[in-house]
Structure formats: structure tokens, C-alpha cells
T-cell receptor, first 115, second 115 residues
Framework: GAGVSQSPSNKVTEKGKDVELRCDPI?????LYWYRQSLGQGLEFLIY????????KSGLPSDRFSAERTGGSVSTLTIQRTQQEDSAVYLC?????????????FGPGTRLTVL | AQSVAQPEDQVNVAEGNPLTVKCTYS??????LFWYVQYPNRGLQFLLK??????LVKGSYGFEAEFNKSQTSFHLKKPSALVSDSALYFC?????????????FGKGTTLSVSS
């Protein structure tokens, strides 16, 4: 399909390990977003990429979190030294900005469990 | 600061009856409003959005939403609920002038439609 894809769909890791989560946006979309959905919470913005501009990292909860977007397409969210409070569903979205408006389309998410 | 409130954690409705899921928002400028639906173990699916124009917006699966500027509300509605509409619904907002920025989401409302 032509939607946003994310991998892995599930990740179980031990506290202190590093994890990498991948997002493949819709082809041609210039903007890419990462959100976190914790149990009982809404969606929390993490980071935003738009074209070749510097990313908006204002939502990253700590310096253990980082993300990159290579070639303006695929993005990887890295969490170093994972903690149990990092357990959540990590959602990626992409959009095409035109005339100041855009609609974000979401991937299925990666469910991260930190033991 | 921008914010979204979904005052009901859960809405219960019988199949065939009309449904309403409430949302109120706060933005400094003009709002750009969205509704998304999330089925179990799935990502968010876009339902509809309001930018400007007609206050009644029609979207996917027979859903519609009414924008009310004076009440700063954007309630989601459907004339006749289906059991398959049972899911988690999120309202989201951003300021129109902040093109391409992350959305602010409500905490979500679980809709349960009984047969």
C-alpha cells in the first residue's frame, strides 16, 4: 500500500538497552512527525521534520531520545538507555504541506515495552 | 497555549441512535481542527478536518463535525451509529498560521456502540 509504514510493530527490550524505531512516510510527503501514545494519555508530540529545515525537537522528553531523517524520506527514532517509563506506542505521521495546510497520515505504530 | 479538551472518557450509544463526541479547543489564532479514529492495535485514521468555510464538515464513514467559533467547539456527530463505529476518537488542533507544526491532541474518547 501507499500508507505510512513503521517497523517493528512490537519491540520488547530490557531496561538500559538502546532501541531504534523506523518510519517510512508516504512517498512525496515533505513533513514527518513522531508522536508517543502512552496508556491512558493522548498523543504527545516528539519531533518534526520538514524538508531540509532543521528539525523541531521541542517535544523530545530527554537527551536519550534522538531522531534522524535520511534523504528526506525514512526516519529513525532512537532511544538510548531505555527506561520503563519509555514504554508506549510510538506513532509516525507524514504530510504534504500545500498553501499552508496539511493533513497528517499516521502509521500503525510501534509498541515498545521496556522490562 | 494551544489545548484540546475531550470532556468524556467514554460515550455509550445504542446502534441506530445518533452519536456525539465532544471537543473544545483553545488556540491563539484561527483553528485548524481534525478528528481521527483509532481502532484496537491500529494507527490513527483521518476522519475529517475544518479549515474555513461551512461550519458543518462531512467526513469518512458518515461522520460529520460542527465548528462553533463562539463556543470554541468542534463536536463529532453521526446520525445513526453502527457497532463497527466502536473505537477511540481523537480531536486535534493547531493554529492555522503555524503551518506544518505538530497537532495538539485531546486525550481521546472511547465510543462504544451496543447492538
Amino acid at each position: 500500500g501507499a500508507g505510512v509504514s513503521q517497523s517493528p510493530s512490537n519491540k520488547v527490550t530490557e531496561k538500559g538497552k538502546d532501541v531504534e524505531l523506523r518510519c517510512d512516510p508516504i512517498s512525496g510527503h515533505t513533513a514527518l512527525y513522531w508522536y508517543r501514545q502512552s496508556l491512558g494519555q493522548g498523543l504527545e508530540f516528539l519531533i518534526y521534520f520538514q524538508g531540509n529545515s532543521a528539525p523541531d525537537k521541542s517535544g523530545l522528553p530527554s537527551d536519550r531520545f534522538s531522531a534522524e531523517r535520511t534523504g528526506g524520506s525514512v526516519s529513525t527514532l532512537t532511544i538510548q538507555r531505555t527506561q520503563q517509563e519509555d514504554s508506549a506506542v510510538y506513532l509516525c505521521a507524514s504530510s504534504f504541506l500545500t498553501r499552508g495546510t496539511d493533513t497528517q497520515y499516521f502509521g500503525p505504530g510501534t509498541r515498545l515495552t521496556v522490562l | 497555549a494551544q489545548s484540546v479538551a475531550q470532556p468524556e472518557d467514554q460515550v455509550n450509544v445504542a446502534e441506530g441512535n445518533p452519536l456525539t463526541v465532544k471537543c473544545t479547543y483553545s488556540v491563539s489564532g484561527n483553528p485548524y481542527l481534525f478528528w481521527y479514529v483509532q481502532y484496537p492495535n491500529r494507527g490513527l485514521q483521518f476522519l475529517l478536518k475544518y479549515i474555513t468555510g461551512d461550519n458543518l464538515v462531512k467526513g469518512s464513514y458518515g461522520f460529520e463535525a460542527e465548528f462553533n467559533k463562539s463556543q470554541t467547539s468542534f463536536h463529532l456527530k453521526k446520525p445513526s451509529a453502527l457497532v463497527s463505529d466502536s473505537a477511540l476518537y481523537f480531536c486535534a488542533v493547531r493554529d492555522i498560521s503555524q503551518a506544518g507544526t505538530a497537532l495538539i491532541f485531546g486525550k481521546g474518547t472511547t465510543l462504544s456502540v451496543s447492538s
